[in-house]
Structure formats: structure tokens, C-alpha cells
């Protein structure tokens, strides 16, 4: 949690020495504590009072790094229990699962559907996160080979996961500078795997099934051997008993009550004998419920799209609803005979429609207006897309420059605005559309012949 | 040094709401937590769900609803006697769809009449739902609540302009209400205060606080569920400690996602069972106590969630 000015003003030398460029130790506090200055501007703060003002000032959880480039996946940096309170920060990484003892083809076949698993909605592409490549095998060359094939058809950042540090130490030579996520430190192997994150520079997996007292525990000792970045795992249980785990911790950590679970959490939702529906029915629960890294044991593209709607609907900004600009857009390349459609810049609303459009394979122009970002009917029902304002936008967006025909297309839940717009806009032929978007392919085709 | 379990405590308790006749109940609520937190209290031990039933055959369902329910879109009785038997469902849902203006404006009578014959033929508790026209659904619901009459049944759903009508027929004949507000906190608990002052109890009460389809709306339906459940359960408002219901099906089936073949969305049947059970999952993780569903599969994959959910370790 961000400190006060007046926490901070405790921990300074309270000289007044005016060194750091402020009248006054509690003017470059209140500074501090805004972010506006660094602390490294006292040459007087003592060491002791440095480190507990970095410790205080961290974030409650800390963000993690897997990967490196364009697709890395930043996680953790999470602030509350609810989103209503402010935006959930970093959505989860979706994972998929694949063993080394997979065989070539089939690893190249699951691997490059992984990569290809990519949807757009809502403007934003929506992909898997990481890839965790499991050592089953024992047998080093086995999987470091499985690695390589991996590499070699994905560029999603990876999990390594081995129980033996030999092996482990093999692959991540193979991986050097990519930064993945080493799985996992244990009980009995943690002060190997620790070395090795250290040396590599890698996050590194906490795993510890025997509940949070243990798992804390553990979580310390890594900690304690100098390495910061973890992935926290609870190990597999019951659905229940993991939402309670995941609660549990994201509890713990925001209120700073326990030290070694201020970390982002990772859970497997596919542990052997859950059938595919299960497993996305037990991620979409993790999604909500705190996780950071989600592991799957499949992902073909019908389990995906519910899944990667669920994150994008949990995370976005529940204060701000995601918006379009207003104004005339062009769908494909249309001339001045164009239909042209109207709609409010709610981005939902927009992508939907202006997708429909596509479908059609009919150029076309989409007025947007602005709405404050709100849905049809909702607009509608809020008295913000009235035939005033759709007037306005119509007289005022260009389109009148840009095309010829007068023809208006309306959204047909606003049906009963026919009659007024019509009377505003005197030179238009306003026609009402279909009530769903998907039936506009249909009736763009009927309004051309 | 032991980790400190942080246990969130609370000051209220959600409403325990039971429907139906006889040997044949379903409760819904009861609960003094968070959804799913059984180490802090007492927590959903079930969910009950409800599968629809509609009076009229529906004209928008798509394919994969289609496939099972044809056969008896044109006999409601048939249609609930095999959601309940064949599916087990725990409670029917009969939504009066035919009365509305738009779609047929049957009759209330002809309403009362299907409500007289399904209630005959089923065991499980019956919610009955008008068509979500304002006018209408008051007069067909008066007079379905009197052919229901010793039943217990749920009605609804009432909205801040049509409660009284409802909500008096519904004490009359010794009913539940259900009350539909508009995803409002304040709307939520207006109109509970309004149903209170008319005389209906507050045991009496099952709130709809707007479901919405995954992708499409569902995060303001699971924001306003929480927020109704913090000031439930925390600032112990009994104004919204009413147990909440969930109308999933008819939000889920809607979408594109649930119904469209897109190869590059993978295969339809599949997905569209996908999409109904992670919006009622959604709902659930929020702080829905009941759910109306649609489709067999997804109500199966749902009870099964909530099993291995309910499941604690000890
Ligand atoms: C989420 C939601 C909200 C959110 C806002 C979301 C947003 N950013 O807009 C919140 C909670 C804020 C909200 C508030 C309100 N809401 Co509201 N809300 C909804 C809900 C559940 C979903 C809306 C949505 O996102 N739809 C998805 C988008 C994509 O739909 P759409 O824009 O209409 O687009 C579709 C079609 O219209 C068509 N289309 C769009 N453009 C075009 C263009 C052309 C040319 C064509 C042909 C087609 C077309 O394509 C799309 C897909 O088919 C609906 C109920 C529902 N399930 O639909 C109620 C609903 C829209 N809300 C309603 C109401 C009454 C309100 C409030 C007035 C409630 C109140 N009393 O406070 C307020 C108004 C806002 C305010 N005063 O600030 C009513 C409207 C009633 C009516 N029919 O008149 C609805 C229908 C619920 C209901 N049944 O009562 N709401
Ligand atoms: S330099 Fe340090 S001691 Fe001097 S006024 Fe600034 S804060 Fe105070």
C-alpha cells in the first residue's frame, strides 16, 4: 500500500536542512508520498529508514516477469478483492500444458494450435499466455529436445518443468535470456532451483500442497536465498479448496499479514480425470478468483473463446466502459452510393456491428456517436442517443461531404426514434435496421437488389 | 510462525427462501458468506436450477436447443415433464412468452389454464414468468397467481412499474415475488422497500438483479451481485438480504458465440453448452443463489462445478 506524507515524515531526519530542494522535511514527504520525487534525494535518510521505507512502499503483491519481447507476461501488481473497487491490473496467463513424452508431431501439432489460438474481440487480440513444457520422462535430453521443438513453433514465453535441478539446469541453458518461469522449488529441492533462478535470472515457481502455513514457509526460505520473483502455487485440490486457498492469499498479502505470500499465485485446472468442460468451467473460476497463471491440459479454440471472454470481461475498467471515438468510420472501401449505419461508440457495440458489416462484404459507412460509451438501448434508455443527438452527429461528422446518398440505417431496437429523426433530417431517407446486428448481412443484401 | 487464516467477518445473513408443495420444496439462500467461502461461515451447500419451459414454441432458440426440446415445443406439459424427468431439472421455469403484445398477446386466461395443467403434471416447485412487458404481465400473472393458488410458487418477475399488481396477487394466493431491477444497487433495494411496504414479507422476496450474457455485459451483472452481497452480508442491509436468481439461459443463447458455426471459434455444439455454463458460473462466483438454464448439458456441467466447489478439504 502507498504510505501518507505523514508515515513517511517519521522516518526522515526532520532537520530541515532544505538539501533535497524543499522548504521542508514534510514538504519533500507529502512530495514522496505523491511519487513526484525520488527518496534518494536526502543525502541524510538513514539506511534502516531507507529499507523500511522501500519494504512499505512496495506493492502488496509483486510483479512477476515470464518471458521476454513482445509477448511477455507480466502478472501480480494486484491492489483489491473486488473489481468494482478498481480495475483488476494484469489478467491472467492462460497455459497450456504439454509433456515430453508427447512425440514430435503430436508436440508440433498441440504447440503451433497453441500459437495460432488467437481471437479478436472487442478491439483487443486475445491470446494464450505461456507455454509449460513438463519433464514426465526423467530423462534430460528428452526434454530439453522438446524444448527446442516448442521454441521452434512459438514465441509465448515458457514454463520449465522439472523436479531435478540437473535436468532443469540443462534446459535453461538451452533457453538462455529468455527469461521462463522455472517449476517448481519444492520442499526438497529449493535451495538448487534457487540457485538456478538466481543464475539465469529467472522467476521461479514456489510449489507446497500441504496448505498456506507451509507454503508461506517455503516461500521465506526461497526468499531467503536471494531470489524475489515468485510464482506461488498451492498444489492441486479440490475447486473449493483452491478458491479458498486463492482468497486466502490475495487476503494475506493485500493486508500485508503474511510476508512470503505477497506473490502472484499460479493453479492447474486440468489435474488428470477433469473432462474438457470442467477444465474451462474451473479456470473461469480461477480467472475470477485471483489467479495468475492458469494451466491447461487442452486448449482447442471452443474451450478458449468462453475463456479468454471471461478475463476480458473480469478485467476491464469498471468505472470506464471501453469506447470508440465519434465519428465516421469506413467499413472496407466505400464510395459515396454506400449504405451507411449509425450506432453509439460503446466499443462492444461498434466491433459487433462493424463486424456484421464485414460479414456482408459490403462497404459501408458506420457513424458513431458518442454516447459516454454506453450500449444502444442503454443510451437510449439513458436519453443520450435520442433523435437530437443523432441528428447532430450526422450534420456535424463529415459523412454528408463524404457520401452522396441520403439513405440512414438505424439500430432497430431504437425503432420508435424513426419518426423524429426522419422529421430532423428532412434531406434523409431514414430506414430502420434489424433489431440484432447478425441479421444485417441479410437486410444490407435485401436493401441493394 | 503459523499463517493466520483471514477470515472476513460478517453481520448479516442472506434470506432462506423455500418454494413448493409438500414433500416437494427447493430452498434458495441461507448463506453468511462470499460466495463458495465455506471456511468462514455457512456457504452454498447446493444451487438449485431451474430449466424453461415456455408456453408457445420458441422461434429464436437456436439448433442445439432445438434438437432436444422440438419435440414438445407444442405441449408445455410435455416440455416440463421432460425437463424435469429426463434432465432433473430442480424446479421449472414456465415463461408465458405467447402473452406478450408482440408474440401472440394470448390471454391471461389461456396463461392460467397452461400454469393449472403443468403444476398438475410436475412434482418440482414451478417459477412462473411473465413475457417482460410491463402492462401485460401484470394482468397475466394475477390471474396465473390464482390458478397456482396452495402451490408456493415464484412470480414474477415484478419491476418498480408493475410491483403492485403483482406483488398483491402473489400475497393473495400465498406465493414468492420475484423482483427485477435494472443493474442499480439502489434500484435493487428501492424496490424491495417498496414490496416490503406493501405488505409482502421479507422472506417472501427473490431478487433479479439483471443477468447478462458472458461478453456481453456479464462483468456489470457480477459487479452490481457483489456489491449487493457486501452490503447483505457486511453493513447487514436487510433491504437486499433476499436470495438472488439468475435468468442465464435467455442472455446466454442470445449471444452470437453460444449458436453462430465460425470454424475459427471451434465446434458449435460444444461452445454453445460452454458459453451458458461459464455465464452461470460467472453469476454464481458473484453471488447468484439460483439459476434459469437452458440447456440439459450446461446445467449438468454447472451442478458439477458447484459439487467441486462445496467440496472443502478439511
Ligand atoms: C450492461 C447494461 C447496462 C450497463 C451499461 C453498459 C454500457 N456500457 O452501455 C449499465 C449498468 C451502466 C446500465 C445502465 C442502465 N440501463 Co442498462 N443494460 C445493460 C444490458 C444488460 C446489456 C447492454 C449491452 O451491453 N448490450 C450489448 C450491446 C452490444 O448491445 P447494443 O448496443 O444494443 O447493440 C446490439 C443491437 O442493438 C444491434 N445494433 C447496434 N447498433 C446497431 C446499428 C444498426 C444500424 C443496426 C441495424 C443494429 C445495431 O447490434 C448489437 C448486437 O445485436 C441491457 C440488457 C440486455 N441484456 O441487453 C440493459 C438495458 C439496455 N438497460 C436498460 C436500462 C433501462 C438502463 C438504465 C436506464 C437503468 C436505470 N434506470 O438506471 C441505465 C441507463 C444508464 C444511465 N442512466 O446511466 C434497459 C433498456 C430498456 C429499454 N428497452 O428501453 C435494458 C434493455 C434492460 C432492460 N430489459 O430493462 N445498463
Ligand atoms: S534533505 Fe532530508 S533532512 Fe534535509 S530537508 Fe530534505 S528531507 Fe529533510
Redesign the interface.
Known amino acids: 500500500m502507498a504510505l501518507t506524507g505523514i508515515q513517511i515524515y517519521k522516518h526522515l531526519p526532520k532537520t530541515n536542512c532544505k538539501e533535497c530542494g524543499f522548504p521542508t522535511c514534510l514538504a519533500f514527504a507529502m512530495k514522496l508520498s505523491q511519487k513526484q520525487v525520488e527518496l534518494e534525494k536526502c543525502p541524510y535518510v538513514s539506511d534502516d529508514a531507507k529499507a523500511l521505507l522501500v519494504e512499505e512502499s512496495a506493492p502488496p503483491i509483486r510483479k512477476v516477469v515470464i518471458g521476454t519481447g513482445e509477448k511477455l507476461l507480466e502478472v501480480g501488481e494486484e491492489t483489491v478483492l473486488?473489481?468494482?473497487e478498481k480495475t483488476f491490473v494484469h489478467p491472467p496467463g492462460i497455459t497450456l500444458l504439454v509433456e515430453d513424452t508427447l512425440g514430435t508431431d503430436e508436440l508440433q501439432k498441440r504447440v503451433k494450435q497453441a500459437q495460432a489460438a488467437s481471437?479478436e474481440?472487442v478491439g483487443q487480440q486475445l491470446c494464450l499466455g505461456l507455454i509449460m513444457v513438463q519433464n514426465i520422462s526423467k530423462d534430460k535430453d528428452k526434454f530439453v529436445q522438446t524444448i527446442d521443438v516448442t521454441q521452434q513453433n512459438t514465441d509465448l514465453p515458457l514454463v520449465l518443468a522439472s523436479s531435478d535441478a540437473a535436468i532443469m539446469e540443462a534446459a535453461l541453458e538451452k533457453t538462455a535470456g529468455l527469461k521462463p518461469l522455472i517449476y517448481a522449488a519444492t520442499e526438497d529441492n529449493y535451495e538448487a532451483m534457487a540457485a538456478l533462478a538466481k543464475k539465469h535470472a529467472c522467476p521461479l515457481a514456489v510449489c507446497h500442497s500441504g496448505?498456506?502455513?507451509k507454503l508461506?514457509e517455503l516461500a521465506d526460505k526461497v526468499v531467503g536465498q536471494g531470489v524475489n520473483d515468485l510464482v506461488l502455487d498451492p498444489g492441486i485440490?479440490?475447486?473449493?479448496?483452491t478458491?479458498?486457498y486463492l482468497?486466502?492469499i490475495r487476503?494475506?498479502a493485500l493486508?500485508k499479514?503474511?510476508k512470503g505470500?505477497g506473490f502472484p499465485v499460479m493453479v492447474f485446472a486440468g489435474p488428470q480425470g477433469v473432462d474438457?468442460?470442467?477444465e474451462?468451467?474451473?479456470a473461469?473460476?480461477y480467472i475470477?478468483?485471483y489467479a495468475a497463471v492458469i494451466v491447461l491440459r487442452s486448449a482447442?479454440?471452443?474451450?478458449?473463446?468462453?475463456?479468454f471472454?471471461?478475463k476480458?470481461?473480469?478485467y476491464?475498467d469498471?468505472q470506464q466502459p471501453l469506447q470508440v471515438e465519434e465519428n465516421v468510420y469506413k467499413i472496407g472501401e466505400p464510395d459515396e452510393n454506400s449504405p451507411i449505419l449509425i450506432t453509439t461508440n460503446f466499443s462492444?457495440t461498434y466491433f459487433?456491428v462493424a463486424g456484421e458489416i464485414e460479414n456482408s462484404k459490403m462497404p459501408a459507412w458506420l457513424v458513431i456517436a458518442d454516447v459516454e460509451g454506453m450500449?444502444v438501448l442503454t443510451a437510449w434508455a439513458a436519453d443520450k442517443f435520442n433523435a437530437d443527438k443523432i441528428a447532430k452527429v450526422v450534420n456535424t461528422c463529415g459523412i454528408k461531404e463524404q457520401a452522396r446518398n441520403r439513405n440512414l440505417i438505424l439500430p432497430g431496437a431504437v425503432a420508435v426514434l424513426y419518426g423524429e429523426v426522419a422529421e430532423l433530417l428532412p434531406e434523409w431517407k431514414v430506414m430502420v435496421g434489424p433489431r440484432e446486428a447478425?441479421n444485417l448481412p441479410k437486410f444490407m443484401k435485401e436493401q441493394s437488389v | 510462525m503459523p499463517f493466520a487464516i483471514p477470515k472476513e467477518t460478517y453481520n448479516g445473513k442472506i434470506n432462506s427462501v423455500t418454494v413448493g408443495k409438500d414433500a416437494n420444496t427447493v430452498s434458495l439462500g441461507g448463506i453468511s458468506t462470499y460466495p463458495f467461502l465455506g471456511f468462514e461461515g455457512q456457504s452454498q451447500a447446493s444451487i438449485p436450477i431451474a430449466l424453461e419451459v415456455w408456453n408457445s414454441a420458441p422461434l429464436d432458440w437456436p439448433l442445439a436447443l432445438n434438437e432436444l426440446y422440438g419435440d414438445v415445443y407444442a405441449d408445455p406439459v410435455k416440455w416440463a415433464l421432460t425437463c424435469q424427468d429426463k434432465y432433473k431439472a430442480d424446479m421449472i421455469a414456465l415463461r408465458l412468452a405467447s402473452t406478450h403484445p408482440d408474440q401472440g398477446d394470448t390471454s391471461p386466461e389461456d396463461a392460467a389454464q397452461v400454469v393449472k395443467q403443468v403444476l398438475e403434471a410436475i412434482e418440482v416447485p414451478l417459477i412462473i414468468l411473465g413475457a417482460n412487458h410491463i402492462e401485460k404481465d401484470a394482468e397475466v400473472l394475477k390471474a396465473c397467481a390464482e390458478a397456482a393458488s396452495g402451490y408456493n410458487c415464484l412470480i414474477g418477475k415484478a419491476q418498480e412499474k408493475n410491483y403492485k399488481t403483482i406483488a398483491a396477487a402473489a400475497m393473495a394466493y400465498g406465493h414468492y415475488v420475484l423482483a427485477l431491477s435494472n443493474l442499480d444497487i439502489n434500484l435493487a433495494k428501492q424496490l424491495n422497500i417498496l414490496l416490503t411496504q406493501m405488505g409482502v414479507k421479507e422472506e417472501r422476496i427473490v431478487m433479479d438483479t439483471m443477468s447478462s450474457s458472458l461478453g456481453y455485459g456479464l462483468e456489470y451483472s457480477y459487479s452490481v451481485m457483489e456489491r449487493v452481497r457486501m452490503a447483505a452480508l457486511k453493513q447487514n442491509d436487510t433491504m437486499v438480504q433476499m436470495p438472488i436468481i439468475s435468468d442465464v439461459g435467455i442472455e446466454a443463447w442470445k449471444a452470437k458465440e453460444s449458436k453462430v458455426d465460425e470454424a475459427a471459434w471451434g465446434d458449435t455444439h460444444a461452445r454453445g453448452i460452454l458459453w451458458e455454463a461459464t455465464t452461470a458460473v460467472g453469476l454464481l462466483m458473484s453471488g447468484s443463489d439460483a439459476l434459469i438454464m437452458r440447456h440439459p448439458e450446461a446445467l449438468k456441467q454447472v451442478r458439477k462445478t458447484v459439487a467441486d466447489l462445496t467440496s472443502v478439504e478439511g
Open positions: 473486488f473489481r468494482h481471437f474481440r496448505g498456506l502455513d508461506t485440490h479440490s475447486l473449493g479448496t478458491v479458498a482468497t486466502q487476503r494475506a493486508k499479514s503474511a505470500l474438457a468442460q470442467q474451462v468451467l474451473r473461469g473460476v475470477m478468483k482447442e479454440n471452443w474451450q478458449l473463446l468462453p475463456l471472454t471471461l476480458q470481461n473480469i476491464t469498471p462492444l459487433i450500449s447478425s
